[in-house]
């Protein structure tokens, strides 16, 4: 029990979509006429600067509010605008937010809210949506120690750490019926001379 079931029930299986705010949209990124984002899994939000990508997950947190669901919202840049919020209809006085800028207290956190909402009778089977704005602001316990000179190891322990934590929290995202939309940002790679410069810090997930 718990470990093995039959095809019928199985543990991956995504229960509950939280809209996107836009009809066309939720079918097109869950090739399902009533879908949006995928409650139980993570997915990764990244293009270029000032295209939309926090009011698209500001219309995520107002839609799973009006499924009487749970908005948690990681402001890492500290640069949310709580007239657009509104504007999109995000009831602030239930949105809970975060400052926190370190992928372990980040994680941490997450983990604990989480684990509070699986053991609650009353928010278990409620929506959640999370977002992290952004992963490029990110830093972790050992970049912020460090000083401003360049440091490889520190810089390649960003992703490993970012890849231990999503490995760590998806377990829990599927027990609280959680979505998490981890909104990235684009960079020019210098010096590429053939081909598309374009690049994602941590890497294309």
Avoid: H
Wanted: glycine content about 10%; proline content about 3%.
């Amino acid at each position: 029990p718990g470990s093995a079931a039959s095809g019928e029930e199985m543990f991956a299986e995504i229960r509950t979509w939280v809209s996107t705010g836009s009809m066309i949209f939720d079918t097109i990124i869950s090739n399902r006429d009533k879908g949006g984002w995928p409650a139980g899994r993570t997915v990764e939000l990244y293009g270029e600067e000032s295209i939309g990508k926090s009011t698209l997950v500001y219309a995520g947190m107002a839609g799973v509010q009006k499924q009487g669901g749970i908005a948690i919202y990681y402001d890492v840049e500290q640069a949310a605008s709580k007239e657009m919020m509104k504007a999109c209809g995000i009831n602030l006085s239930q949105l809970i937010s975060s400052n926190l800028t370190e992928i372990e207290d980040i994680f941490k956190t997450l983990e604990g809210t989480l684990t509070t909402i699986i053991s609650s009778k009353e928010l278990r089977d409620k929506p959640v949506f999370i977002c992290m704005d952004s992963y490029a602001q990110m830093s972790t316990d050992a970049e912020t120690q460090a000083g401003y000179e360049f440091n490889m190891n520190v810089s390649t322990k960003k992703a490993i750490q970012m890849g231990k934590a999503l490995r760590k929290i998806t377990p829990f995202l599927n027990k609280a019926n959680a979505c998490l939309v981890v909104i990235n940002q684009t960079r020019e790679n210098v010096g590429v001379t053939f081909g598309d410069p374009t690049i994602t810090p941590g890497g294309k997930a």
